[in-house]
């Protein structure tokens, strides 16, 4: 079992940065790939990027490639999302998930999901 709590969101204006953190319980993070996701109002969860269980690989969506940054510390059963030159259109419910090993851009594969933080990027 896992159980996942995310922090770090908030209200920022466009341009800004936040950085969203996933806490982890549990022996075994060091074996999951970690995933974030976000939901928007009226809209389904959508992959926004990934980290493999070692942190070899990071995976991306086109949307937020070059602004966003995942990376994870396992010692603290810790995964990071550093967004910068956030957009209006970033605003949304983000999520952490995880699955074991694999990469996975699809939610309906994550095993265990936090309970969200909103971010909301003002104009």
């Known amino acids: 079992q896992v159980q996942l709590v995310e922090s770090g969101g908030g209200l920022v204006q466009a341009g800004g940065s936040l950085r969203l953190s996933c806490a982890a319980s549990g022996r075994t993070f060091s074996t999951y790939f970690m995933g974030w996701f976000r939901q928007a109002p009226g809209k389904g969860r959508e992959f926004v990027g990934g980290i493999t269980w070692n942190g070899g690989s990071t995976y991306y969506a086109d949307s937020v490639k070059g602004r966003f940054t995942t990376s994870r510390d396992n010692a603290k059963n810790t995964v990071y999302l550093q967004m910068s030159t956030l957009k209006p259109e970033d605003t949304a419910v983000y999520y952490c998930?995880?699955?074991?090993?694999?990469?996975?851009?699809?939610?309906?594969?994550?095993?265990?999901w936090g309970q969200g933080t909103q971010v909301t990027v003002s104009s």
């Open positions: 998930g995880a699955r074991e090993w694999t990469a996975q851009v699809q939610p309906t594969y994550y095993n265990y």
